[in-house]
């Protein structure tokens, strides 16, 4: 199987769901190449120390955004983004420029456990997959 790289992200009313979710799938995630924001990398690498996961700057303070420079430099494959649809965010103009970047570069984006999960089973039928960027001619 060829190692992915894996965002990971939640909001913090939902960061123990992410953490809980991770868990279903542990063997695989232990697989991958795993970048998560500040705060949610430190609620799972307290859950699963042994799990490698590179721990990138807090959302508010630029996570999102270097996830978003993953995404537009080709080094993420997939984005899992636990979203809080009941809370305003402050810095709710980064969770969506996340999302559409996700988009616009074709990567696939789970923002709940049924999407995240049905994710997990594709990737784990295909090993091989390789996501393609579609063309944005206009």
């Known amino acids: ?28 995630f232990r697989q991958h190449n795993l970048y998560a924001t500040g705060t949610t990398g430190s609620h799972i690498l307290e859950a699963y120390p042994d799990l490698s996961l590179t721990r990138l700057k807090s959302g508010p303070l630029g996570g999102d955004q270097q ?34 970047l996700s988009t616009l570069y074709n990567i696939p984006i ?19 997959y390789d996501h393609q960027l579609e063309d944005q001619d206009h």
């Open 110 to 128: 789970a923002c709940n456990t049924a999407t995240a999960s049905l994710l997990m089973q594709a990737v784990l039928i295909d090993n091989d």
């Open 67 to 100: 996830l978003g420079s993953m995404i537009c430099t080709d080094k993420l494959d997939m984005l899992i983004f636990f979203t809080d649809a009941l809370t305003p965010m402050p810095h709710d103009v980064d969770v969506k420029a996340l999302i559409r």
């Open 1 to 28: 199987m060829k190692p992915l790289s894996i965002g990971l992200v939640a909001h913090d009313a939902k960061k123990k769901l992410l953490v809980d979710w991770i868990g279903d799938y542990l063997p695989y």
